[in-house]
């Protein structure tokens, strides 16, 4: 007996259940197991265009994050966090996507947002230094990479709240939107993701989130971010779907993640999609990981490189050949070579561009400011001409 | 018509949303209850839950709620039910709110509305009664705007949901209860202050009084007093301080050669350490004294049986002006 049983104790009077509806927890919890395709039998009625076509992005992805990482290296990037070993959730995650959708994603995102179709070197202005962000959110739907964690979360949460309000408020103008917000194991710790889940919870807004779970924030393992069951069990206090997929399983991302997505827009409320995946590179060029985890557990995630995982899959299903992965390989050295392009003088900043986007109308200390600004690099320039000619006079 | 401080933010909200379907109030309990102060009452029965929205308890999600929905095209109201009580959306105001349109050069601006009851001298318990104006103001994309007349609050409040860029819109919970003649019916779209204009509240000769929202009052009545010490003060209401106003607040300087910043912020890298700065810089050769300021002491807001002590009082107003360097 305990002491909240009152039908045994009928001095002691439960919990009144007023304070709105409970809800049976069982719908919304996630799999023990995280959801695996490859290698099950699922994997052959999985549609087979849709396989290569996967494996053809994929092999893109894993090229885009060798070259940005090689242009860490030439100093043609200030820094790259790269999401080698994440790419099948990151190609996933702007294939499932229609147009009318929204991304919002962090600074790791950088492949998803060129999956979605931005210019590499527009998605990668950020990491580039010459300016905060280099694409139109508005022409893509995506929204700025977000460095400060999870804090674009709630984000998804209110432009998704605002498409439904307009949609029901002005159907003619009504779209019929999904706002998928990406965040890392590291960012569900951070109160920005608790708040967003449970606005969505509350507002039933079309809102998924997807959890890339690397096993480590920098260089602090999951173990000791969250004492969670899995982080896809954290929608459950929010009353909201918690979904548990193999990241590295391409398929598997696909399909758990088409199925979210469509969940979220047919008003069946937000989900949570937790993605079990492996940052095979350092968090960025700049960090050491040897110094917080082994080579046997990098070696072991490597032997479950989701791209080999897939490769293999395809040549075991008859669905890839040689010539299949030599075509595949020939177009991302195309991509390689664009991103190399792109990269080859690209202009430089505007220095009047730091005052003229900080309000919609420059105040009058930002005009005096920029005027300054421009003054003294009149000056420079000027004293610059001045020594070159002075120089060019003591040639001669 | 006799117009309180709360009912000329209602009106304000009110005409705003029966004027732009994008508009749309949230906060904690401003649907149902009319918010703490009651400047929502009566909106959600009105206009409907969902452009009045009760939302969780939770200031950065609110915030960032309100982010998602600007992005989208609407025009956010927020309430923050209190100065301290806004904290937790800190990061939300200066990493999102401030500089979505500068990091998205210019293609993504945040037009939203974050109303803060801000300030003491209303016996509120501890956290119930900061100046947070320094903190917003030290963050570049945002307008800091702050009444102090009924009228103001509502043509404020007007111009600030209509702004394209991101307002925090500071409101003396100390004057929402003061009264004034005025009908928000009788207001048209040109008399609506515009955002970044200070005013003169008062002309003087001897000496000039910079202040802002809570502290205005104050300022008037130390100017009358001040009248008896044959001191004739002019006093400038700065209305934002964000776009600062140099030009109106340099002339009414100039004009007296004396100048007293006063609010109950604390002073250390308080918004009047910028104002006297800029005023030294501005009018060093018209100045016959170091400018001057009366301000909140540098401690954390004191419990309200000592508050008192700690607010700007009309005392401390006029030995400040004492200490100006009359004998020369």
Known sequence: MTVLDDSTAPGLVGPPHSHGPRRDPAPLLPDPEPVRILGTPAAKTFDAELQRDLYRRLVLGRRFNQQATTLTRQGRLAVYPASTGQEACQITAAMVLREVDWLFPSYRDTLAVVARGVRPLDALTLMRGHAHSGYDPYEHRIAPLS????????????????????????????????????????????????????FAGVLGAPVVFLVQNNGYAISVPLASQSAAPSLAHKAVGYGIAGRLVDGNDALAMHSVLSAAVEHARSGRGPVLVEAVTYRLDAHTNADDATRYRSAAEVDAWRARDPLTLLEGHLRAAGLLDDAGVAAAAKAAEVLAGEIRAQFDNPPDPDPDSLFTHVYARPTSQLREQAAELAARLDADADAALAAATDAEDEAR | ??????????????????????????????????????????????????????????????????????????????????????????????????????????????????????????????????????????????????????????????????????????????????????????????????????????????????????????????????????????????????????????????????????????????????????????????????????????????PPMLEKHHLPSVDRILDAVARLQWEQ
């Open chain 2, 1 to 302: 018509m006799s117009t309180t401080m709360v009912a000329a933010l209602n009106a304000a909200l009110r005409d705003s949303l029966r004027e732009d379907a994008s508009v749309h109030v949230l906060g904690e309990d401003v649907g149902t209850l009319g918010g703490v102060f009651r400047v929502t009452d009566g909106l959600a029965a009105e206009f409907g839950a969902q452009r009045c929205l009760d939302t969780p308890l939770a200031e950065a999600g609110i915030l960032g709620t309100a982010v998602g929905m600007a992005m989208y095209g609407l025009r956010p109201v927020v309430e923050m039910q209190f100065d301290a009580f806004a904290y937790p959306a800190f990061e939300q105001v200066v990493s999102h709110v401030a500089k979505m349109r500068n990091r998205t050069g210019g293609r993504m601006g945040l037009p939203i509305t974050i109303r803060v009851p801000y300030g003491g001298g209303v016996g509120g318990v501890e956290h119930h009664s900061d100046s947070s104006e320094a903190y917003y103001a030290h963050t570049p994309g945002l307008h800091v705007v702050t009444p102090a007349t009924v009228a103001d609050s509502y043509g404020l409040l007007r111009s600030a949901i209509a702004s394209d860029d991101p307002v925090v819109f500071l409101e003396p919970k100390r004057l929402y209860w003061s009264a004034a003649d005025f009908s928000p019916a009788e207001v048209s779209t040109a008399q609506v202050p515009p955002i970044g204009r200070a005013m003169v509240r008062r002309p003087g000769t001897s000496a000039t009084l910079l202040t802002y929202g809570p502290s205005l009052p104050v300022c008037l009545e130390a100017a009358q007093a001040a009248r008896a010490e044959g001191w004739d003060l002019a006093v400038v209401d700065l209305r934002s301080l964000v776009p600062f106003d140099d030009e109106t607040v340099c002339a009414a300087v100039r004009a007296t050669g004396r100048a007293v910043v006063v609010h109950e912020a604390a002073g250390f890298a308080g918004v009047g350490a910028e104002i006297a700065a800029r005023v030294t810089e501005r009018c060093f050769h018209h100045l016959a004294a170091p400018v001057l300021r009366v301000t909140g002491y540098d401690i954390p807001y004191p």
């Open chain 1, 147 to 198: 460095t400060p964690l999870a804090t674009q979360a709630p984000h998804a949460v209110g432009l998704a709240h605002a498409a439904r309000l307009r949609a029901a408020t002005d159907p003619a103008a009504a779209e019929d939107l999904v706002a998928l917000a990406l965040v890392g194991d590291g960012g569900t710790s951070e109160g920005d993701f608790h708040e967003a889940l449970n």
